[in-house]
């Protein structure tokens, strides 16, 4: 029975790491519904954070009566946009609800033992899925969000090819791809964008329709007129961040359906907070940082980011690489926690940072 209790755990856990990123500031949460050892029901948190997994694997004409109900997450308890999940769980008389980790939401934190007969608390989580609502708690706890970064470097540590736009392999591209689908967006800067005419969009199939929303970072407004990101504007929300108070330039990205939030600085540690803070309100919980060195390192002096994820070719660049600045922060990272995955002799590593 342990073994199932395992499996069927680690499925709810599966079927919530489809919609990571994709369900605002809402937890994405699995939910898998079972009756005599048989799977009859599952669901995960719909696309923007409603409805919620447990609703959406209970609304279905099946004779639910006496099943076991697995979720990642404790089964809220409190009425918001929609009524709570606890009273679908009454309503279609589950017998025993087990979940993985505690709401850190107020409205709901450890109440749902309260409402219904018999819920039990996981204690046992697979190792992969310890940390799958770091995002969720950081986000509840500081009304912030996760900020992890996303960087290609040569065996010798450049990050700019002179030869080439790329310095991993294709594989490693697509890797990357898959990673940008698991955050609600991208943070770049004009100087990134302009420099390779970048989309930073999910360019794999089946995940060719998720486009994370792009934040560009741009003071002056330099950002090239003549992108390809403008010719996907109306199908994917982009928002610049800038100083500039240049009417004409102003308009010009406005009719292009981009929106802009206009800062009187972003200089200092306080700055970049309320920036991240504004973030978060407009829905984005989890946010990765595709930029160069400059970009990079500042944000890591303020230390904003959480974790790295570094791809490393096993090729040098000699003399067809160079830097930005100095890359003596990134030297001195240790490289020790290496993701398992086929990336034809490149290396791929998650570097907690705080």
């Avoid at 990673?179 to 302009?194: E, F, G, H, L």
């Amino acid at each position: 029975m342990k073994k199932n209790h395992n499996l069927y755990t680690n499925l709810a856990f599966n079927l919530a790491e489809t919609n990571l990123g994709n369900t605002s500031t809402n937890p994405s949460v699995g939910c898998v519904i079972v009756k005599n050892n048989s799977v009859i029901s599952s669901a995960t948190t719909s696309i923007n954070g409603r409805p919620h997994a447990e609703f959406n694997a209970l609304n279905r004409k099946i004779n639910f009566n006496g099943s076991s109900m697995y979720i990642t997450l404790e089964p809220c308890t409190h009425y918001g946009l929609t009524p709570p999940c606890t009273n679908i769980i009454k309503k279609k008389k589950i017998k025993n609800v087990f979940y993985s980790f505690e709401d850190p939401d107020e409205r709901t934190y450890q109440k749902a033992k309260k409402v219904l007969r018999k819920v039990i608390k996981q204690k046992k989580i697979s190792s992969k899925f310890k940390e799958f609502y770091r995002s969720y708690l950081l986000n509840k706890k500081k009304n912030f969000p996760l900020i992890d970064a996303k960087l290609a470097i040569s065996k010798d540590f450049f990050t700019i090819n002179k030869k080439s736009k790329w310095i991993t392999n294709n594989r490693s591209r697509k890797v990357g791809h898959l990673i940008r689908s698991k955050y609600d967006c991208i943070v770049s800067t004009a100087n990134s964008i302009n420099k390779d005419n970048s989309l930073l969009n999910c360019r794999i199939p089946g995940l060719d329709s998720h486009k994370p929303r792009l934040i560009i970072i741009d003071r002056h407004l330099k950002l090239k007129k003549k992108l390809k990101l403008f010719n996907l504007s109306k199908k994917r929300k982009i928002c610049i961040i800038t100083t500039c108070k240049d009417k004409k330039k102003l308009y010009f990205f406005k009719k292009r359906r981009v929106k802009i939030i206009r800062l009187n600085k972003l200089y200092d540690k306080f700055d970049f907070n309320e920036l991240f803070k504004n973030l978060y309100k407009i829905g984005n919980g989890r946010i990765l940082i595709e930029s160069g060195l400059i970009f990079l390192n500042k944000l890591f002096k303020l230390k904003l980011i959480n974790d790295l994820y570094v791809f490393k070719s096993n090729k040098n660049l000699d003399i067809n690489g160079y830097n930005n600045i100095s890359p003596n922060f990134i030297k001195k990272l240790k490289f020790d926690k290496k993701i398992r995955v086929n990336l034809e002799n490149d290396e791929l590593f998650k570097i907690r940072i705080k």
